[in-house]
């Protein structure tokens, strides 16, 4: 499947928006590890910005900068979300709640804890009426959501957001499913090459045993490992440099994705 990159999105330690981060992840600029900033968002009504967790937080500023990159709207287009963790503080405080005598759940914090909660959000704050998907697959999670919004593009012909994100579990469950960071990354995928297109991506799959590709800079290594959606650094740091290459993502069932990367 060959399709286009017109815009992107990203939030992460140290990486504070796709124009912000350009540098690092073109390997022009040291990664310095630094807290996470999620720029503020005043699209969804005050009510629903208080009910909204991190997740949502991240889903809905990496989804928004992409488009804006991508000079879209936001409300025209079908999106595909991908987490493999979804709102952790939320099932928490859930669990806690379902721990004690009153087993009392708050109904924000159970309308919170479905996995499609942030395509929900999404839709308010854009007033989107497209089509949404909500998918998780562990550590594969943001490779899924690719071949997904890849998939609907080549067959659909219209452009799509893939908008990417994982937030940490506090203890205990943080011991049963360590996620060390909050990342989110958003990608808007074309059918055709557009004047803001970024790179064409060729997607294909293999079942051949080779290693998924690495971040060479040994910090933001450390980083792609440490969350699913950072799985996809390899993928922004092509499109950040501009550079021609391949890249190689597990998959399920001991499949690879190979993604050629073909600036424009």
């Not at 005598?101 to 395509?119: K, Q």
């Not at 943080?174 to 990354?185: D, K, N, Q, T, Y």
């Not at 060729?202 to 290594?221: A, F, V």
Request: aromatic share 6%; glycine share 8%.
């Amino acid at each position: 499947m060959k399709v286009f990159v017109e815009g992107a999105g990203l939030v992460g330690p140290g990486l504070n928006g796709w124009q912000a981060s350009l540098p690092v992840l073109a390997g022009t600029a040291p990664y310095i590890d630094a807290a996470v900033v999620i720029p503020p968002g005043e699209l969804l009504p005050s009510a629903e910005r208080r009910r909204t967790g991190l997740p949502v937080k991240i889903a809905l500023a990496v989804g928004c900068e992409a488009i804006a990159n991508a000079q879209r709207n936001a409300a025209e287009l079908p999106a595909v979300f991908a987490s493999s963790a979804g709102d952790g503080e939320n099932m928490h405080a859930i669990f806690e709640m379902l721990a004690n005598n009153g087993r009392e759940v708050s109904p924000t914090r159970f309308h919170n804890s479905v996995h499609n909660a942030p395509s929900g959000y999404w839709s308010i704050a854009t007033k989107s009426m497209a089509p949404s998907t909500s998918l998780a697959c562990y550590d594969e999670s943001f490779v899924a959501g690719l071949v997904e919004a890849a998939t609907q593009v080549a067959s659909g012909g219209n452009a799509v957001v893939l908008i990417a994100y994982d937030t940490p579990y506090p203890a205990p469950l943080h011991e049963r499913r360590p996620i060390s960071a909050a990342f989110g990354v958003a990608l808007v995928l074309t059918p055709d090459q557009t004047g803001n297109s970024l790179a064409m991506l060729d997607l294909g799959i293999s079942r051949q045993h080779k290693p998924c590709s690495p971040m060479t800079d040994s910090r933001l290594e450390a980083l792609r490992m440490s969350s699913p959606a950072a799985r996809s650094l390899p993928l922004l740091a092509a499109l950040a440099g501009r550079t021609a290459g391949n890249i190689c993502f597990d998959y399920v069932a001991g499949n690879r994705i190979d993604v050629a990367v073909q600036p424009c």
